[in-house]
């Protein structure tokens, strides 16, 4: 456990810490149980995306958010450094000193975390060090294993502060042993096109889940909504991540791609049937004990990062639907239905 102020801190008077999670909405998702967690024990200010406001209405309502797009998290020309907005660098960094933050962690081993903690001005950084980058952190922690789970990088983050946060293989859901699956949410979009399993595979798997009586709630990304009309779908396309997060609430289950809206969705409690193409799923399988997953097929190159080397994305094309439906029975066969 990390000592913040000795013996001497007032326990009327919670430390401030910053918790800095500034890529994409399923990264932010997966450390929300910190985020809450935490969030009893500090006096919290998260700095990530503007998408984050939207998560704290739904997940951690007692802590601060100051959006932050980091120019270094763009997918293509992230470091072409004349196109930063310096001046606003400055003046979030200015609004940020003027907080002093007690504590400041990152789940990430990412050495620009680090760096951004001491601009910032945080009397104690903690974080998982990398490339030299324990120089930047007063508490260095130990790496996890190479292939951890992004959730159990920051439960390790957790043990440092002595915030306790359940382990997600073991934890139970909200007692409710016979739930019954009448709704699914199916979502066929995913950040990058090479995480998208065919929608002609996907409107297939939706007759076979409809056939067990169980009701299909589509949502897809804006780009897809004309394919599914054109198959006599009628699918919402949020326009925020808050609207996301009300659809997702009208089911029972989720069923798609590896995605932000995944990984919201186990942290809104809705158990998950994950299609993986090329990332790894130990470390970013939906963090529901009652999650399963579809494995992409095997690629030399992956994890690719998105940066598909082919044509056509293999480790996705790859995944049949007779595959993906067996894993599907299986995965329902753990619930209720209507049908049985």
């Known amino acids: 456990m990390v000592c913040i102020f000795g013996c001497t801190q007032a326990m009327s008077q919670k430390p401030k810490l910053l918790i800095l999670e500034l890529w994409g909405l ?15 024990k500090y006096e919290v200010t998260v700095l990530s995306k ?9 997940l951690w309502t007692k802590a601060k958010v100051i959006s932050f797009v980091a120019p270094w998290t763009a997918f293509r020309g992230k470091y072409r450094l004349f196109k930063w907005p310096w001046q606003q660098l400055l003046q979030l960094a200015h609004q940020l000193r003027k907080e002093k933050f007690d504590l400041a962690v990152s789940g990430r081993w990412d050495p620009r975390d680090h760096a951004w903690m001491r601009v910032c001005g945080v009397k104690k950084c903690i974080g998982f060090p990398r490339s030299g980058s324990k120089h930047l952190l007063h508490h260095p922690l130990p790496l996890p294993d190479e292939k951890a789970h992004r959730y159990d990088q920051w439960k390790l983050v957790g043990e440092a502060l002595d915030i306790e946060i359940p382990d997600w293989k073991y934890r139970k859901a909200e007692p409710n042993p016979a739930r019954c699956i ?11 096109p090479v995480r998208v399993w065919p929608l002609d595979r996907y409107h297939q798997l939706i007759k076979a889940i409809e056939e067990q009586n ?13 394919w ?25 289950i989720f069923i798609g791609n590896d995605s932000g809206p995944g990984h919201l969705a186990a942290a809104l409690d809705l158990p998950t049937l994950t299609i993986f193409g090329p990332q790894l799923t130990e470390w970013f399988r939906p963090a529901h004990p ?8 095997d690629c030399e190159y992956k994890p690719c990062f998105d940066n598909c080397r082919f044509e056509t994305p293999h480790c996705m094309t790859g995944v049949t639907l007779e595959g993906v439906k067996e894993m599907m029975q299986t995965f329902l066969n753990q619930f209720t239905t209507a049908q049985n």
């Open 26 to 40: 399923g990264d932010l998702a997966i450390a929300s149980r910190f985020i809450a967690a935490a969030s009893e």
């Open 50 to 58: 503007p998408y984050a406001h939207d998560l704290q209405q739904a």
């Open 182 to 192: 009448k709704t699914a949410i199916i979502h066929t979009g995913a950040a990058q």
């Open 228 to 252: 599914w009309k054109k198959n006599n779908r009628h699918p919402m396309v949020p326009q925020s991540v808050s609207a996301l997060i009300e659809h997702l609430k009208t089911g029972d």
């Open 290 to 297: 009652q999650g399963m997953v579809v494995e992409g097929k």
């Open 214 to 226: 169980i009701s299909i709630q589509l949502i897809c990304d804006a780009d897809q909504a004309s």
